[in-house]
């Protein structure tokens, strides 16, 4: 499809009263980012927040747009990877954003995906009790989920996403040319939090994916603009309604609670946080049925959807103990219990309150491998 020809930009507004704000969606549309960042955020300085990869290729372009609006850019550039995502780095941040002379009237943007997004989103909420701040994801799973709603923040050794705060972007801009040089993997991860999204709230767009997945994920622009307005939208119609995750927003949480043990007992390493939840809303899927709250064939759909975007859908062979223990330390825990999000069906979910040998009872993981006995090395007789 030739430029001229690309579809037209999408506008979505979040409503939260005074809090709120709009999502623009376009192809290309990057370097017309710092008009509108002026307009929202009244700063006369920005401190781009990013990782070297993507402060390579899109951090120049966005300086720029941002010189043309009037506002003085900086670029501070954190590790990649989730394990980033700690109190090490804010510390850091905090440092930096000293040395750039950063006050009230200087916005942070965040550009990347979602650990960028939610590391500097935290130091924005508490830096100087709370910056403007702006997100500009470059990952499909930044785009649809992690930049929209105003949750920040990092994790802890023994839990994701255990310290953390409420603060709202004043604009959420997508540019969804930037996903052409994001790795088939990462799209793939990001597509899960997609998955998620249709399955606990839109039955039709389910059955949409399950058509467009493989148009989606080679970015065939009609296919991707109308799905991430779509995925957008879910997730604004959910916060409009809870802002504070007090009720419904807590089924955005689908296929976390394993997803997130998944992360913790690999060390925030190696597997991406849209891979964890995969596997996480896979199993979720199956013990829907097995808890008989889904009809038979729902978790087939889930796992067939996501296996085709080439996601592994089975949980990692860590013992049982080590799944309980990581899952008992659920931000989600009520007393002894976890609020557990089950599907109904395709297209609606709701929370459960079970523990964590009810969500994992004995038998519900694949059975593990056992070592093969090594023999002692020696002399040949």
Request: proline share 5%; with cysteine.
């Amino acid at each position: 499809m030739s430029r001229n020809s690309q579809p037209a930009e999408r506008s979505l507004t979040v409503p939260l009263e005074s809090r709120s704000y709009p999502i623009r969606i376009g192809l290309g549309n990057l370097q017309d980012a710092g008009s509108e960042i002026a307009r929202r955020t009244k700063a006369t300085q920005a401190v781009v927040i990013t990782v070297p990869e993507v402060g390579r290729r899109y951090g120049a372009k966005l300086a720029r747009s941002l010189k043309d609006a009037g506002m003085r850019p900086h670029r501070i550039e954190v590790p990649d990877g989730d394990a980033s995502k700690n109190l090490r780095q804010v510390k850091r941040l905090y440092n930096a954003l000293i040395d750039v002379g950063a006050d009230r009237s200087s916005a942070v943007i965040a550009l990347g995906g979602g650990m960028v997004g939610d590391l500097a989103g935290f130091a924005a909420a508490s830096y100087l009790r709370g910056v403007p701040f702006v997100q500009v994801p470059t990952t499909l799973l930044g785009m649809i989920d992690s930049s929209i709603g105003g949750k920040v923040g990092v994790n802890l050794a023994r839990g994701k996403n255990l310290v953390g705060a409420f603060h709202q972007p004043r604009l959420v801009w997508i540019d969804a040319d930037t996903l052409v040089t994001l790795p088939a993997r990462q799209r793939a991860a990001g597509f899960a939090e997609i998955v998620k999204a249709a399955a606990l709230w839109d039955a039709e767009f389910f059955g949409d994916l399950e058509r467009d997945v493989d148009d989606v994920l080679s970015l065939q622009p009609e296919a991707l603009l109308a799905t991430l307005q779509r995925a957008c939208e879910i997730k604004v119609e959910i916060v409009a309604r809870d802002e504070r995750e007090a009720g419904v927003r807590k089924l955005l949480n689908l296929g976390h609670t394993l997803g997130h043990a998944v992360e913790a007992l690999h060390g925030y390493k190696k597997v991406l946080h849209g891979e964890a939840v995969a596997m996480g809303m896979a199993f979720a899927a199956r013990r829907s049925e097995q808890l008989e709250l889904a009809p038979e064939g729902t978790a087939d759909r889930v796992r067939a959807l996501l296996e085709r975007a080439g996601l592994r859908t089975e949980l990692p062979d860590f013992p049982r103990a080590d799944y309980l223990r990581a899952i008992g330390t659920d931000k989600k825990r009520r007393d002894q219990h976890i609020q557990f999000i089950a599907l109904r069906r395709i297209g609606k979910a709701e929370t459960v309150s079970l523990t964590p040998a009810q969500i994992l009872p004995a038998g519900a993981l694949p059975r593990r491998k056992k070592a093969r006995p090594v023999k002692a090395a020696g002399r040949k007789r």
